[in-house]
């Protein structure tokens, strides 16, 4: 299934495991890039892994076919992710510490 088939079928039903699955199987490089740009720890890496596919199968429903690009569509909202989690963690972490 290519990126373009897995999004259009996760905008219709975000809980498509087979779209998911060949989603994170497509992106697996591209991810795990940015990724590793966000986050130190393996155990938060992983726990952005399954967010980001979470988040991935909401947003679907935002791509429109022939206005963008799949894969720049792909790349900006797994980014946008990876900000907010670090954003979060960051801000979890220092409402810990006072």
Do not use: H, P
């Given at each position: 299934?290519?990126?373009?088939?897995a999004?259009?079928?996760?905008?219709?039903?975000?809980?498509?495991?087979?779209?998911?699955?060949?989603?994170?199987?497509?992106?697996?490089?591209?991810?795990?890039?940015?990724?590793?740009?966000?986050?130190?720890?393996?155990?938060?890496?992983k726990?952005?892994?399954?967010?980001?596919?979470?988040?991935?199968?909401?947003?679907?429903?935002?791509?429109?076919?022939?206005?963008?690009?799949?894969?720049?569509?792909?790349?900006?909202?797994?980014e946008m992710?990876?900000?907010?989690?670090?954003?979060?963690?960051?801000?979890?972490?220092?409402?810990?510490?006072?």
């Open positions: 299934m290519t990126n373009e088939e999004i259009l079928r996760l905008g219709c039903d975000m809980d498509d495991e087979a779209a998911l699955i060949a989603f994170a199987e497509n992106n697996l490089t591209v991810m795990k890039a940015l990724i590793r740009r966000y986050f130190n720890s393996r155990a938060m890496r726990k952005a892994f399954l967010s980001l596919l979470v988040q991935i199968s909401i947003c679907a429903k935002e791509f429109v076919k022939s206005e963008e690009s799949v894969d720049r569509w792909i790349a900006a909202c797994v992710e990876c900000k907010r989690l670090r954003s979060k963690t960051r801000l979890t972490l220092s409402l810990r510490n006072n």
